[in-house]
């Protein structure tokens, strides 16, 4: 079945450094949609960035994205960290269902 | 704008008894609902995904008969916790979505439950 990777279970840098979180995923279906998810501590998840066009870049809030269908991959970027950005980070996939298939997640933690 | 809303947000229930939280939608129409636990040390475990008009989707490990869910409308959904053990402790989302496969799926804000 379909499913979502996220390698880092926990990424900490300083404040200022680039930010890349890996997302990789695995369907047999062409045309799937990719999200990333950001939840701050005590706060439900909220959508940051969705896309499903092979190799264009997706933009919210300073960060980004590109689905790279060749290579399943959806990973997230930032060129510079911020401490607000503190928080778990979910990619997620839906192959054309009702159904999210959400990745382990990754912490991310932003230090001064 | 789209909202979501979960209630209670916290409840404390004795082992072996049971409880019932409750999702709304407001400001959409929420054709699926999808429910998931979240405990301290793991991610997302989704539950159950419900669409209005047909069967709803137990995942592995979750049945119908512990955790069962009513979809009766377009903007509410509630599940039951029957049985609660320490097991099923953590945070309870429910995340609602309309339209297509490109959909957001808007969160509530969780219902905590503890166990004793």
């Known amino acids: 079945g379909d499913s979502v990777t996220q390698t880092e279970g926990l990424v900490t840098l300083t404040e200022g450094l680039p930010v890349m979180l890996n997302c990789t995923y695995q369907?047999?279906?062409?045309?799937?949609?990719l999200f990333w998810y950001v939840q701050h501590l005590n706060e439900s998840p909220r959508l940051l960035l969705k896309?499903?066009?092979?190799?264009k870049r997706t933009e919210h809030q300073g960060f980004h994205a590109t689905l790279h269908k060749s290579s399943s991959s959806f990973h997230l970027q930032k060129s510079s960290a911020q401490l607000s950005d503190s928080a778990l980070y979910y990619c997620?996939?839906?192959?054309?269902?009702?159904?999210?298939?959400f990745g382990s997640g990754t912490q991310l933690t932003v230090m001064p | 704008g789209a909202l979501v809303y979960q209630y209670p947000r916290r409840t404390i229930c004795k082992s072996g008894t049971s409880m019932r939280m409750e999702c709304q939608a407001v400001?959409?129409?929420?054709?699926?609902v999808a429910w998931y636990r979240q405990s301290p040390q793991k991610t997302f475990e989704l539950i159950a995904l419900?669409?209005?008009?047909?069967?709803?989707?137990?995942e592995q490990n979750f049945t119908q008969e512990k955790f069962p869910i009513s979809h009766p409308n377009l903007s509410f959904s509630s599940m039951t916790v029957l049985n609660a053990y320490l097991e099923d402790r953590g945070l309870y989302l429910c995340?609602?979505?309309?339209?297509?496969?490109?959909?957001?799926?808007?969160f509530g804000p969780g219902t905590r439950l503890t166990v004793l």
């Open positions: 995340g609602a979505r309309t339209g297509g496969a490109d959909a957001e799926q808007f």
């Open positions: 400001g959409f129409q929420a054709t699926s």
């Open positions: 419900s669409t209005v008009n047909s069967a709803i989707k137990y």
């Open positions: 896309s499903f066009t092979d190799n």
């Open positions: 369907t047999i279906y062409s045309n799937p949609f």
């Open positions: 997620a996939l839906t192959s054309g269902s009702w159904q999210l298939i």
